[in-house]
T-cell receptor
Framework: NAGVTQTPKFRVLKTGQSMTLLCAQD?????MYWYRQDPGMGLRLIHY???????AKGEVPDGYNVSRLKKQNFLLGLESAAPSQTSVYFC?????????????FGPGTRLTVT | GIQVEQSPPDLILQEGANSTLRCNFS?????LQWFHQNPWGQLINLFY???GTKQNGRLSATTVATERYSLLYISSSQTTDSGVYFC??????????FGKGTKLTVNP
């Protein structure tokens, strides 16, 4: 049981380039989330999904797109990277059931945009 | 939406000391979690505690939902306890809102 995994772990992009971050979970969780963490701050929600084929905007969605084609995967895309998107990105997942919405986090992806 | 405030922002301890971290939230929650972010950036789930008290080794947490706060207790602190402790709350939506964290440094 790997829990929540993220690929890649590190990435450097030039301004204007595009990339996709992959999140995978093997816990059969319904809900999945993408957060970003900037220095000295807590995590902020970018987008989330409450089930396969669904997506919704979070607190800071601009400049990002997401897709949830399979229940176990949640993709985060940057179409035209900007230096302001330099951050650490965390994916999380949760059940929807008796334990409420306890979220489990992946190890993070450190992205630098130059 | 819900707001989460943590205090203190920074805390420096000698190994073996005890500490209490506080989390206040602005509205009722159906999910309240404590996390430890270690120096390598990994987020570790400590407690899922929307109400009541839980203990796990040297760590314990109490949430008083009616008064909208939660406390994390660390006893006999060790250098490996260093890092940032986050509290996060969730109200009526799917969104978990994080506080800005308490940075804990435990010196040998």
């Amino acid at each position: 049981n790997a829990g929540v995994t993220q690929t890649p772990k590190f990435r450097v992009l030039k301004t204007g380039q595009s990339m996709t971050l992959l999140c995978a979970q093997d816990m059969n969780h319904e809900y999945m989330y993408w957060y970003r963490q900037d220095p000295g701050m807590g995590l902020r929600l970018i987008h989330y999904s409450v089930g396969e084929g669904t997506t919704a905007k979070g607190e800071v969605p601009d400049g990002y797109n997401v897709s949830r084609l399979k229940k176990q995967n949640f993709l985060l895309g940057l179409e035209s990277a900007a230096p302001s998107q330099t951050s650490v990105y965390f994916c999380a997942s949760s059940y929807r059931g008796g334990r409420g919405y306890e979220q489990y986090f992946g190890p993070g992806t450190r992205l630098t945009v130059t | 939406g819900i707001q989460v405030e943590q205090s203190p922002p920074d805390l420096i301890l000698q190994e073996g000391a005890n500490s209490t971290l506080r989390c206040n939230f602005s509205d009722s929650v159906n999910n309240l979690q404590w996390f430890h972010q270690n120096p390598w950036g990994q987020l570790i789930n400590l407690f899922y505690i929307p109400s009541g008290t839980k203990q796990n080794g040297r760590l314990s947490a109490t949430t008083v939902a009616t008064e909208r706060y939660s406390l994390l207790y660390i006893s006999s602190s060790q250098t490996t306890d260093s890092g940032v402790y986050f509290c996060a709350g969730q109200g009526g939506s799917e969104k978990l809102v994080f506080g800005k964290g308490t940075k804990l440094t435990v010196n040998p």
